[in-house]
C-alpha cells in the first residue's frame, strides 16, 4: 500500500497550521491622530503644512479626527479651511470627528455635546463628500464617554442613530505632556534639551506598545491591531517619522484605521463607566481590581510628568 498521498495531506496540514500560527501573530498598528487641524502651528510655519509632507514621505494610512472650533481662532480663516481640505483631501487619510470645539462631555452634559457633534460635522462632511470620502468615525475629546452609565448610554444610542462609529484606541504616550516640555525648550533656546525630550518620547511610546503588547497577549493568546493615538503638534511632525521606522523594525505594520477595526477585540462590550480616557483593552476588562492590577504594570510616565508640572507652574 502506497503511504505517500497520507504523508502528503499530513504535511500540508502541518504547513497550513504554522500558516495560520504565524498569520495570527502578525503584528499591526493604525495611527490616528487628534486635534486636527493645527492652526496655530500651521501659521508659524508659514502655512507649510510639514506634518503632512512627513506623512507622505513615509506613504502610510493615517486617521484624523477633527476639531472644525480650530479654523476660526485666528484672522486666517480661508487658509486655515485650505489646511483641512489639504488633510482631508490626501490619499491616505480617513475623516473622522472629534467634535467642534474638543467639549468634555462630562462637563458640559448630554444636550451641550450634541450640539457639539452637529457643529463639528458640518464643513468636514463638505469636503468630506468633495473627494467621496464619508463622515463615520466619531473620537471623543480627552476619551471622555461620560461620567456613568447613563451618560454612556445616552451619547452611544444618540452616535448610532447617526451612524457614527466610536473610534477606540490601545496606546498612547501622553505626548500632549511631550509636546508642552520639547515646544518650551525650543522657545528658550535650549535645542539639545528638547532632542532629548524627543528621543524619550519616541523610547517611551515603544516602551508603552509593548507593554500593550504583553498586555493583549496575556488576555487573547495572541496579537491585536493596535492603535495609536496621537496629536497634531510639533513633536510629532518632527518625531512621527522615528516612530514610524521603530515600528517597522518592531515588525509592525502600518495598517489603516478600518483593518484594525476588523479584529474581533473591537466588537466587545466596553465595561468602563467613568470619564477618565484609558486604553481600550483596560476597558473591556471585566472588574475594576483587575483593571487595576493591569494599571501598576504599565510604564512609568513620572518623569514627564514631573517636567511638565514643573514648566507649566513656570509658565
Not at 463607566?273 to 493591569?294: C, F, H
Amino acid at each position: 500500500m502506497n503511504k505517500f498521498p497520507y504523508k502528503s495531506i499530513l504535511l500540508l496540514c502541518l504547513i497550513l497550521l504554522l500558516s495560520i500560527s504565524a498569520f495570527s501573530q502578525k503584528k499591526s498598528i493604525s495611527i490616528t491622530i487628534d486635534d486636527v487641524p493645527n492652526t496655530r502651528k500651521y501659521k508659524k510655519e508659514n502655512f507649510n503644512l510639514t506634518f503632512l509632507k512627513v506623512l507622505d514621505s513615509m506613504d502610510i494610512p493615517f486617521t484624523i479626527f477633527i476639531n472644525e472650533a480650530k479654523l476660526f481662532n485666528n484672522e486666517f480663516e480661508n487658509e486655515n479651511k485650505e489646511l483641512l481640505e489639504m488633510w482631508i483631501q490626501n490619499r491616505n487619510s480617513i475623516v473622522g470627528n472629534h467634535s467642534y470645539s474638543h467639549a468634555r462631555y462630562s462637563a458640559v452634559g448630554f444636550d451641550k455635546f450634541v450640539q457639539e457633534i452637529e457643529k463639528g460635522e458640518i464643513l468636514t462632511k463638505e469636503y468630506a463628500a468633495n473627494y467621496k470620502k464619508g463622515l463615520k468615525y466619531f473620537r471623543f475629546p480627552y476619551n471622555d464617554m461620560g461620567e456613568d452609565s447613563t451618560q454612556h448610554k445616552q451619547i452611544r444610542d444618540f452616535l448610532k442613530s447617526k451612524d457614527y462609529v466610536i473610534a477606540p484606541f490601545t496606546v498612547e504616550s501622553s505626548d500632549w505632556m511631550y509636546n508642552y516640555v520639547y515646544l518650551h525648550y525650543l522657545n528658550t533656546g535650549e535645542i539639545d534639551k528638547a532632542a532629548a525630550i524627543g528621543e524619550q518620547y519616541v523610547k517611551k511610546t515603544i516602551e508603552l506598545l509593548s507593554f500593550y503588547e504583553s498586555m493583549a497577549n496575556s488576555i487573547y493568546k495572541r496579537s491585536i491591531k493596535h492603535i495609536y493615538l496621537c496629536h497634531d503638534n510639533a513633536i510629532n511632525t518632527d518625531y512621527i517619522g522615528e516612530i514610524i521606522v521603530r515600528l517597522k523594525k518592531e515588525d509592525y505594520e502600518i495598517v489603516s484605521f478600518e483593518e484594525s477595526l476588523t479584529d474581533p477585540i473591537y466588537s466587545q462590550k466596553d465595561t468602563y463607566y467613568k470619564k477618565w480616557g484609558i486604553s481600550w483593552l483596560y476597558r473591556y476588562v471585566e472588574t475594576q481590581d483587575a483593571r487595576v492590577q493591569w494599571m501598576k504594570q504599565e510604564p512609568d510616565l513620572s518623569e514627564i510628568n514631573h517636567l511638565y508640572e514643573e514648566i507649566s507652574q513656570k509658565n
